[in-house]
């Protein structure tokens, strides 16, 4: 069942038309990333969500109900602002308890159940604190406990992290999509880091420009990108511009424009002008002459450019026709191949996908 629903919905700023006839259906419990560059809408599409900004047209439902024209009170939705919107001069129970304060519950009421969700986000017995002595993740996570008191259907958190150094950034995270699980509570986590966006959610809806290009696990998106601009903006790519056809001997290849061609197996359906995105991961590089397999593509290279990341190393290579290809290597065991040496690339014949123009 679909806890959230929005039909046809957009939103003009004068020119810009910053969210384009957006449909979209998220199921109770499910956390769904927005995710795309700046200025694609995310922001907006929130707004639009949580009642603090109406659309131009288009129909939201939320649990089974049209909240269209319902302002921001009377929807079943908190909104976890990017700069957490703290009160700094209330302490840690004041600003967890703000909004109970405001239904006019019952003060014992709002006592137990500011302590059950501090215990939630992991702080307990923090209530008389100054909101100053806690830290960047703390206040993060009061900001969580402060939209998750209010007891919301859906929780909408707009780009909640982006105020933390990288460590805790995943620390918050892995605690955020924790919460959200054990609380199972339908989310909308708008991000426009595709590894934050990867590692959180259920599905990712990537953004573009106003428009939902793509919707999917992070596995479908990312092991099958439908354009060019996704294959990009998620994860690292190789993307190859040149043509895919059918050789002399029957079999599928994709020719660059330089002239190199390679076997493809997979997705051969559609033929003709596009680019190929190849996964860095699924390009090995040896150093030795290789047995030849049938089903592997062989391409000699040269290292032009290392980047040492700790636990993985970038490799920059130069193929037939100054072709650039990203190839990672894992552990510091193959510290051995160097800028200026001659290597061979392979990778199987069904990895890739290939894009029609
Ligand atoms: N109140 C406004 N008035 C005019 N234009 C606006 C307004 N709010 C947003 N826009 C425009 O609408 C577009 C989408 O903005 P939005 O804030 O939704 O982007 P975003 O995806 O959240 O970007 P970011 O990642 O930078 O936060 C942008 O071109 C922006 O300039
Ligand atoms: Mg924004």
Redesign the pocket.
């Known amino acids: 069942m679909s806890m959230v629903e929005l039909r046809n919905v957009s939103?003009s700023?004068?020119q810009?038309k910053?969210?384009d006839e957006v449909s979209l259906q998220v199921k109770a419990g499910e956390m769904l990333c927005?995710l795309?560059?700046?200025?694609?809408?995310?922001?907006?599409?929130?707004?639009i969500l949580s009642g603090f900004?109406q659309p131009d047209q288009g129909v939201i439902i939320m649990d089974n109900q049209d909240v269209t024209g319902l302002p921001p009170e009377k929807r079943p939705t908190s909104l976890v602002f990017?700069n957490y919107a703290l009160f700094p001069h209330l302490n840690v129970f004041e600003n967890v308890a703000f909004g109970l304060k405001i239904k006019k519950l019952p003060m014992a009421e709002i006592r137990k159940s500011v302590a059950e969700i501090l215990e939630v986000v992991g702080l307990s017995g923090t209530e008389k604190r100054s909101i100053r002595q806690l830290s960047g993740g703390q206040q993060q996570r009061i900001a969580l406990a402060r939209a998750l008191v209010m007891k919301p259907s859906v929780l909408l958190l707009?780009?909640p992290l982006s105020n933390l150094d990288a460590k805790l950034r995943v620390e918050t995270r892995v605690h955020i999509q924790q919460i959200q699980k054990s609380v199972g509570i339908t989310a909308i986590f708008?991000t426009?880091d595709q590894e934050e966006a990867l590692s959180i959610s259920d599905r990712i809806a990537i953004?573009q420009k106003?428009k939902i290009v793509q919707i999917g696990t992070p596995e479908e998106i990312y092991a099958n990108p439908n354009s060019k601009f996704v294959a990009d903006f998620i994860g690292k790519s190789n993307i190859l511009a040149g043509e895919l056809k059918v050789d002399q001997s029957g079999q599928n290849v994709f020719k660059l424009d330089s002239g190199l061609e390679f076997k493809v197996s997979k997705g051969t359906k559609a033929r003709g002008k596009g680019v190929f995105v190849l996964r860095p991961e699924h390009i090995q590089i040896a150093t030795q002459p290789v047995a030849q397999v049938e089903s592997l593509n062989v391409v000699n290279a040269k290292i032009e450019h290392v980047t040492f990341l700790g636990e993985v190393s970038y490799y920059r290579v130069i193929i037939q026709g100054n072709e650039e290809l990203l190839v990672p290597l894992y552990g510091v065991s193959q510290s051995n191949i160097n800028v200026g040496d001659s290597v061979i690339l392979t990778w199987p014949e069904d990895a890739g996908v290939f894009l029609k123009e």
């Open positions: 939103k700023f004068g810009v910053a969210v927005l795309g560059p700046s200025g694609c809408g995310k922001t907006t599409l929130l707004r900004l990017q707009d780009e708008v426009h953004m106003g």
